[in-house]
């Protein structure tokens, strides 16, 4: 159900925790249980409209209609890679669009998130960040990706690691992952929610004392120099800080870091970027997730060779820090995050003009 104009007009529920849920319904002076039924109707189940919410009230349901749109919105388009891979593309307001990637294999069923509309961290390899920064999701539109996703119900993990920064929209992150995460929301366990950062220090802060979702850093380089000109967030939050924050944390048994790194020929595969990578991991309790880099249109960084990508894993593992290699999925589709929605805005504007 894609969204009207008279429900755009209106404030959706999606999105809403349990808690201002109770404060809405208080509000319209309805019963204080209303709001419980109604996050098991959001939540819980893929209806459509107010009318379907069969034990509560015909008149509870006016009154709700009269005031809120339900939010839920339809994808308007998929991309299906030969691997099983689909890749979403989902309206927002304001007529922009942001991708969900849907990831199966044999142990789990992933959904890649966005949290933004373009990005403002312009990091080099990053076709995202070629859009620019459009806009913020609301904690409902980055829900609404899991939500109407025709195989919600075959989802075991979920990430935030599509389009945008999440740590640049705290305030929706956190809104999100809780009803991810909680009972009366999609109850997704804590351990299989992953969020990632480029390492916004504060949000950072935030986020590992008030969740207990896992964190993936994106580090890409141990070096100052180098990780400045492929990422220019290093100039506010220099990845030293980022680890000593990390360190400085007590994440417990379950609660898992990753460092994600992108592996670009002779550019960061080098036996100095093993040591150095060492020393500044010796005291974090992580793994380094290597990925491969496939060029995309505009970024002048070449892709490492299988043999030389092997290598690096082994080197680092040897050095004492678990090193997993990611596998390339949707090499076929439109993959990288921010290339199914750029086409998509070059399209409309072309057609607008």
Known sequence: ?????????????????????????????????????????????????????????????????????????????????????????????????IESAYIPDERRNTLCVSTQVGCKMGCLFCMTGKQGFQAQLSSGEIINQLRSLPERQNITNLVFMGMGEPFDNLESVMKAQEL????????????????????????????????????????????DEERRKLMPVQHVYPIKDVVDTINAFDLGKYRRVSMEYIVFGEVNDTSRHVKELARLLNKTRCRINLIRFHPVPGVPLPATDENRLLAFQKALNDKGITTTIRASRGLDIDAACGLLSTKELVKKVQSES
């Not at 969204?3 to 007009?9: E, H, I, N, R, W």
């Not at 208080?26 to 919410?53: C, H, V």
């Not at 995460?181 to 950062?197: D, L, P, Q």
């Open 180 to 223: 991810f995460t909680a009972e009366y929301g999609f109850a997704i366990s804590v351990r299989k929610v992953t969020v990632s950062t480029v390492g916004i220090v504060p949000a950072m802060k935030v986020f590992l004392e008030n969740s207990k979702c896992n964190l993936a850093v994106s580090l890409h380089t141990p070096f």
């Open 1 to 97: 159900m894609n969204l009207t104009l008279a429900d755009q007009s209106k404030e959706p529920l999606l999105g809403k925790t349990l808690g201002e849920l109770k404060a809405i319904v208080n509000s319209l002076e309805l019963p204080a249980f209303t709001a419980g039924q109604i996050a098991y109707w959001l939540y819980k189940t893929n209806i459509q409209s107010f009318d379907e919410m069969s034990n509560i009230s015909k008149k509870t349901r006016e009154i709700l209609s009269s005031n809120y749109s339900l939010g839920a919105t339809e994808s308007v388009k998929v991309q299906s890679s030969a691997d099983g891979t689909k890749k979403y593309l989902f309206p927002t307001r304001g007529n922009k669009f």
